[in-house]
């Protein structure tokens, strides 16, 4: 190899063995090279409460933005569902499907076709209430909790919470 002007030998080392080490790392963003694809953690990284908080926090936002926008600006009604059910999870409470819809913020019958996509996607559980028949509860399922959390937790590192 020529070594170009203004280069020796020993420059041109230290380049070479910066750039391994550069391509050997993580993405800074923790994605899969090449594909963009998030890896996924077997883990949380970080304190599920904290994980809570910070989704507390996106859904109480997502609020603050329709006293500014028109609520047809705003209809994201999957992400204020699993956001909620998140939340209320991590306070220990449970979600009627009534309430998973109301916190969606959209007409009743939408929220229910999201949940129903939701469920069949495996992101959520729905279960009848074991005392009254009548009403039906929803949980996020492992995958939902992980799926959420992973996320969660690059808001964490991406901004100061």
Do not use: H
């Amino acid at each position: 190899m020529a070594v170009e002007k203004g280069f020796d030998r020993q420059s041109l080392k230290q380049i070479v063995q910066i750039a391994s080490t550069l391509l050997a790392e993580k993405p800074a963003n923790d994605q899969e090279p090449c594909t963009g694809k998030a890896r996924r953690r077997s883990k949380p990284a970080y304190d599920r409460d904290a994980l809570a908080k910070i989704a507390e926090r996106e859904y109480r936002a997502r609020r603050e933005r329709a006293v500014y926008f028109p609520q047809d600006f705003l209809a994201e009604p999957v992400w204020d569902v699993l956001l909620d059910l998140y939340v209320q999870n991590r306070k220990g409470k449970p979600v009627s499907v009534t309430s998973a819809c109301a916190a969606a913020c959209v007409p009743q019958t939408t929220a229910l076709r999201w949940l129903n996509v939701l469920e069949e996607e495996g992101f959520t559980v729905i279960e009848a209430d074991i005392s009254d028949r009548r009403r039906r509860f929803v949980r996020l399922s492992e995958k939902g909790r992980t799926s959420l959390e992973g996320y969660l937790a690059s808001r964490m590192v991406s901004r100061d919470w």
